[in-house]
């Protein structure tokens, strides 16, 4: 077995990867500490050396599912945008980030079943939501303030609406699949889902669907009158 590296940032990178992969192929109770370091090269030892025990190496895992899947729902550039189209990319940038991981959706499947009890030991899940929540209520408020939202949005209540949307349909494709008779896999299936459930937020947020409709042509005409 290899010895402590002389990267350990580097080390304990692959630790994770593989322990995601362990993770979310076969549930905490069926993932072995000895067989994620056999394949990382390790000794179990060096393994509990970066995480102390399999439970702070599961904690770790979900910490850097939640890190990867925040960092795909990027919120700098919507709080420049338009409200509408904020609200839209980030329905997108959600979606998008769970159908290309589907390790999270397995990970998040799996620390529900056992009731949030090992995320409730992370000091770094508020940390990773709370940008989240916080550019979501600056649009919501920026919308309410342009006339364009409803005002009084509650920003936990629309996120946990499209995120549900979006999980449900990815975590539960197979079943869904054969209990519908329907393809949920192919692109246009997917890109069909994603615009209803644009759709229905856009439908609960906005004040005046109509109005909101008018003033996105009016600012589309105004762009193109010349300078």
Request: aromatic share 8%.
């Amino acid at each position: 077995m290899a010895r402590r590296s002389s990267d350990p940032a580097r080390v304990r990178e692959k630790i994770l990867k593989l322990a995601i992969e362990e993770f979310a192929r076969i549930g905490f109770e069926g993932a072995r500490v000895d067989r994620i370091a056999e394949r990382c090269g390790l000794s179990k030892n060096m393994l509990y050396y970066y995480f102390k025990s399999k439970e702070g190496l599961f904690v770790a895992a979900l910490e850097r599912m939640y890190e990867d899947f925040r960092n795909q729902q990027r919120d700098l550039s919507v709080r420049a945008s338009d409200p509408v189209l904020a609200l839209k990319q980030l329905i997108e940038h959600t979606f998008v980030a769970l159908e290309s991981n589907p390790n999270a959706i397995r990970l998040l499947n799996e620390e529900n079943k056992h009731r949030g009890k090992y995320i409730r030991k992370s000091k770094r899940i508020r940390e990773l939501y709370n940008p989240l929540v916080e550019t979501l209520s600056f649009v919501l408020e920026r919308g309410s303030r342009d006339g364009i939202f409803r005002s009084g949005l509650d920003p936990a209540v629309v996120y946990l609406t499209l995120s549900s949307l979006c999980y449900h349909y990815l975590s539960n494709q197979y079943t869904l699949e054969n209990a519908l008779n329907k393809d949920l896999s192919s692109a246009s299936s997917r890109e069909h889902w994603l615009k209803h459930v644009t759709d229905l937020v856009l439908q609960y947020c906005v004040l005046d669907p109509g109005a909101a409709l008018e003033r996105k042509s009016n600012v589309k005409a105004l762009a193109e009158i010349p300078g």
